[in-house]
């Protein structure tokens, strides 16, 4: 891929950087393109690699900033009943204006 914006001293378009994470399904799990002048956050690829791993084992989203240890979100579709079995660590529910009960947070599962 090539970058049409950020060119080099000859003219040309620079290549973009890319990141490909592939599950064991063989399916992309996950792409980040990042323009030539831009380097790549390691950090923030391994930070989706673990986000990845967890989610494919348990029933709950990361956050944006999120870090290994830290809250999770529990997915929609956990009913409010299952919430105890699913999670023993607890679950806390965030209000929200709508006063809807939809986004509730649990300490990180082990996975």
Do not use: H
């Amino acid at each position: 891929m090539i970058d049409p914006v950020e060119k080099d001293a000859a003219g040309l378009p620079l290549t973009c950087r890319a990141v490909f994470i592939i599950g064991p399904d063989k399916t992309l799990k996950l792409s980040m393109l990042y323009p030539a002048t831009c380097g790549r956050n390691f950090r923030e690829i391994i930070r989706c690699v673990d986000s990845l791993q967890l989610t494919e084992s348990s029933r709950v989203a990361t956050p944006a900033d999120w870090v290994q240890g830290g809250r999770c979100m529990v997915v929609p579709s956990v009913k409010p009943e299952d919430e105890m079995k699913l999670f023993p660590k607890g679950v806390e529910v965030v209000p929200v204006p709508s006063g809807r009960q939809y986004l509730r947070l649990t300490p990180q599962p082990d996975a």
